[in-house]
């Protein structure tokens, strides 16, 4: 098999069709299979991805979760379920066009150096409040976890088959997809690309959603929240030291009454305030542990076709 495309889909019933057909039109001259990973959609996306089966299960497998586990979770599932020489992600979405897919595929086959393709959001159309924020994440996540982070580089990309094996020797529950695939350092060629509009549905990607990964992708991948709140912690201490010695100078030699409850007040908020944010920060990194050490599986799937007696 030359391709193995992964579609991760969650309440895509209005794109899925339109995906299908522009993939078939766009692989044409390969051999290919498409994965179609439904994350426990509540809309009619199975059925869909039923019915397109069922058309043509020569092309087109497909996996459906018990429940929502999220897009890693959907992009692990179909990476464990290829074997071609190239395996390609895309969004069901429809925003990333399938007419990329040969162009990567082309660009590997002719540079025997490279290891991936990924393609790269230009952010063309995004506010610039948008652009600050996604460029600020990428930065920060540069300099903390050191390693290359290239602003706007998407899921949408095109690997060989060793790099997909080494993403699925990466067995963690709390999976950071884009940090996995910095992480494990292979050589990348990228591309740019404008997205294009949505046809059907909404984003599940809104800014809450975006802040909530950004957040999970920096505790994934860095300790250095942890390294701040010890450092903050000892200048906290180092102050509060400073300021108990000048307290017992000016109550035994000057005879000065310490004054002030506002100001003690104020102390005690600041002071707890930053001992709940520390708490916080370790707490974060602490439950992470609690999950990870419970070795749950990634997903359940509750429904294959395809497949025959494979298990996922």
């Avoid at 948008?130 to 994440?137: M, R």
Wanted: charged content about 20%; overall charge positive; glycine content about 6%.
């Amino acid at each position: 098999m030359d391709l193995d495309v992964i579609i991760p889909a969650y309440n895509e019933e209005g794109n899925i069709n339109l995906l299908y057909d522009s993939l078939t039109t766009n692989l044409v001259d390969l051999k290919y299979t498409l994965i179609f990973v439904d994350d426990g959609s509540t809309d009619n996306t199975y059925q869909k991805l039923k019915d397109i089966y069922n058309k043509d299960n020569k092309h087109v497998k497909v996996i459906s979760f018990s429940r929502n586990f999220g897009k890693d979770a959907a992009i692990y599932a179909g990476m464990s379920a290829t074997h071609a020489k190239y395996t390609c992600i895309i969004d069901a979405d429809m925003q990333q066009h399938p007419k990329y897919i040969k162009q990567m595929y082309n660009f590997l086959e002719n540079n025997e150096d490279y290891d991936e393709v990924a393609m790269v959001n230009n952010y063309e159309d995004d506010s610039k409040s948008q652009k600050f924020f996604k460029n600020t994440f990428y930065n920060l996540m540069k300099k903390i976890t050191k390693q290359n982070y290239v602003t706007g580089a998407s899921d949408f990309r095109l690997m060989r088959d060793y790099v997909v094996k080494s993403i699925l020797n990466m067995k963690e529950n709390k999976r950071f997809t884009k940090g996995l695939f910095s992480w494990v350092g292979y050589k990348i060629h990228y591309i740019n690309y404008k997205p294009s509009k949505r046809l059907s549905g909404k984003s599940k990607f809104n800014f809450k959603n975006q802040v909530k990964y950004a957040f999970e992708g920096i505790l994934n991948f860095s300790t250095i929240p942890l390294h701040i709140s010890c450092f903050i912690g000892g200048i906290i201490s180092f102050i509060s030291l400073i300021y108990f010695i000048v307290i017992i100078i000016q109550k035994l030699f000057f005879g000065i009454d310490v004054p002030g409850y506002a100001s003690l007040m104020s102390v005690i908020l600041i002071l707890g305030g930053l001992i709940l944010l520390v708490l916080g920060i370790i707490g974060e990194y602490v439950s992470r542990t609690y999950i990870e050490i419970k070795n749950r599986p990634i997903y359940i799937a509750k429904r294959t076709l395809g497949f025959d007696d494979e298990i996922l």
